[in-house]
């Protein structure tokens, strides 16, 4: 899939069903959080880049950020989703991990790059992200800062 497919994919309206948590709608919002309905889920255990945020690849600088965020709408569009609740986090959104057809959403960004591994708080997709950088898939392609320190020095 190109990059300027991914960044000019278009938004449908995508229906839903949820073991946990439940709506007739999902919005991505980033790269690690969706809208189900009324309740943001961030996912648990991952980083992805602010949607702000830029990294350097062969072409120039790219917006990773809005990227990551374009790879999760393309990945859900269309599909049903599936999402635990493991709790609130600090700001009060609900962490859980959400799958399409069975597969993790979480494991699927990490593993094409386009988030990390939050080892702050997880280390279950550790292998996932190695697999990524040994590929140089994703953003493991170009030059980066890692989400936790783009938001700490921005």
């Not at 995508?14 to 189900?36: M, P």
């Not at 790879?71 to 269309?78: A, P």
């Not at 609740?85 to 094409?112: A, T």
Request: net charge neutral; glycine share 8%; charged share 25%.
């Amino acid at each position: 899939m190109s990059l300027k497919t991914i960044i000019f994919c278009s938004v449908s309206i995508i229906f839903l069903q949820s073991n946990n948590l439940s709506a007739s709608h999902v919005t991505v919002v980033d790269g690690d959080t969706i809208k189900l309905g009324d309740v943001k889920i961030r996912f648990s255990g991952i980083d992805a880049p602010e949607i702000n945020q830029t990294c350097i690849a062969s072409e120039g600088k790219v917006a990773c950020g809005e990227i990551s965020k374009d790879i999760l709408l393309i990945k859900v569009t269309n599909n049903k989703i599936s999402c635990t609740d493991e709790g609130k986090d600090f700001y009060g959104r609900v962490l859980g991990e959400c799958f399409v057809n069975g597969e993790s959403l979480s494991s699927y960004l990490v593993r094409e790059g386009f988030a990390f591994a939050y080892r702050k708080y997880s280390d279950k997709y550790i292998l996932d992200e190695e697999y990524a950088k040994s590929n140089k898939l994703g953003m493991w392609s170009m030059k980066f800062e890692y989400p936790w320190d783009f938001r700490k020095n921005n």
